[in-house]
């Protein structure tokens, strides 16, 4: 029955935070899709769903509706400048990420020294400041969208700092071919466009320049065993998830030489106690405070585990280094 032209039409208000639903891959353009995740903010609890849908063809990850500009900037702003800090210290001391920092440094020491580095997504900088120990002679630079960056411009962990995107109008075209290195470390995900954003990396790279990626692996065993619980689904902060085989073939379509492709050492041990700290996330303070053995028995598990855990499917992150052809054309 078709409604009545005097019949007042409801029509529901726009979330400003979302847009359009997809129907389609944003990376192959594939209409296979699957729901492979449907989860609320888990450390804030608020009202909503986030939905992370599954490419059948190529296997990307995405969020869908993906959050608006407006949206990702208030929920990055928030989790950001009051949350991330606190969550991460309770499931990786700051030792711990500090040796994160300094064992990715060293591995990366191999690359031909370089003059200029940026560091994409860079915070506090504390990867530039580990890294400085095994380039003495580089000069780091750091980007990021929160004011962490200049903060640590003010504490000497970077040289310049550069407050925004990769993809902000004129961001790019600003630093086109002064970087030897740019490294991503856990940035793509937030990546609104990431072969846009590649794209940029590759302009501010000079030509046989490396990029350094790394990212977690949506095929980990531990998403489908933990489902929402799994840390680095990141709802609603990550837009997107992309496979080793889909990143590898785009910097190839690009210009990129791979050179290392790493699953085994970006594995962070922390996937057991930051779920059960997701988890425990809305529980009264009481139950949380009992919780806390459970918690140290799972961090435990979590840190003597890691060394098989690395070199199976469970691994949770991957990193691939790129090289830039001479006669790339950006």
Not at 22 to 48: F, H, I, K, M, V
Request: with cysteine; net charge neutral.
């Amino acid at each position: 029955m078709q409604p009545s032209p005097l019949t007042p039409q409801v029509i529901e208000p726009r979330d400003p935070f979302q847009e359009p639903r997809r129907e389609a891959c944003p990376w192959c353009g594939s209409r296979r899709l699957r729901t492979r995740l449907r989860a609320a903010d888990p450390l804030r609890q608020r009202p909503g769903t986030f939905v992370l849908d599954e490419c059948g063809d190529c296997a990307h990850v995405f969020q869908n509706p993906r959050l608006t500009a407006e949206g990702f900037a208030f929920y990055h702003r928030d989790f950001y400048e009051r949350q991330l800090e606190e969550f991460t210290a309770r499931v990786l001391s700051e030792r711990a990420v500090s040796r994160r920092h300094r064992a990715a440094a060293h591995k990366l020491s191999a690359l031909p020294d370089p003059e200029s580095w940026l560091d994409v997504g860079t915070g506090h900088a504390r990867f530039p400041e580990a890294a400085k120990e095994f380039f003495p002679y580089t000069s780091f630079d750091g980007l990021d969208l929160t004011a962490r960056v200049e903060q640590a411009l003010l504490e000497g962990r970077v040289e310049e700092a550069h407050r925004g995107c990769l993809t902000t109008p004129g961001m790019a075209a600003r630093l086109r071919s002064r970087y030897d290195v740019v490294s991503m470390f856990h940035h793509l995900e937030h990546a609104p466009d990431p072969r846009a954003e590649l794209r940029a990396a590759l302009t501010v790279l000079r030509p046989g320049g490396h990029l350094v990626i790394e990212v977690p692996d949506p095929r980990s065993v531990f998403a489908a065993l933990l489902g929402k619980w799994w840390f680095p689904y990141g709802q609603p902060r990550h837009l997107h998830l992309l496979p080793l085989p889909n990143l590898r073939a785009e910097l190839e379509t690009q210009g990129c030489a791979i050179l290392v492709t790493d699953r085994t050492s970006p594995h962070v041990p922390y996937d057991l106690s930051a779920a059960l700290t997701l988890a425990l996330a809305p529980a009264p303070l009481l139950l949380r405070a009992m919780a806390a053995p459970a918690l140290d028995v799972a961090a435990i598990l979590d840190h003597v585990l890691a060394p098989l855990l690395r070199h199976t499917p469970f691994s949770n992150a991957y990193r691939l280094v790129a090289r830039k052809n001479t006669n790339a054309v950006l």
